[in-house]
């Protein structure tokens, strides 16, 4: 099983975290934000709340060990 990390695409350093779920509750919390992250061809999406809003893929890292 693998382990993924995404990064917080708003933090400077971009804060990781282990599930989108994490990554979601962290975002809301810590950047008052109008859209949500979902997974997409099992990549993560950002995908605003607004009409006619375009979403896009965020950074995935994958350790190596
Ligand atoms: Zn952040």
């Known amino acids: 099983m693998r382990l ?6 708003y933090c400077v350093r971009g ?3 282990g599930t989108i779920a994490a990554m979601n509750i962290h975002i ?5 934000v109008d ?9 993560p999406y950002i995908k ?3 009409p006619r809003a375009s979403g896009a893929y965020i950074k995935e890292v994958t350790p190596m060990n």
């Open 15 to 17: 804060k990781r975290f």
């Open 48 to 50: 605003r709340n607004l």
């Open 4 to 9: 993924k990390i995404f990064c917080c695409p």
């Open 35 to 43: 859209y949500k992250i979902f997974m997409k061809n099992n990549k």
């Open 28 to 32: 809301g919390k810590q950047h008052i």
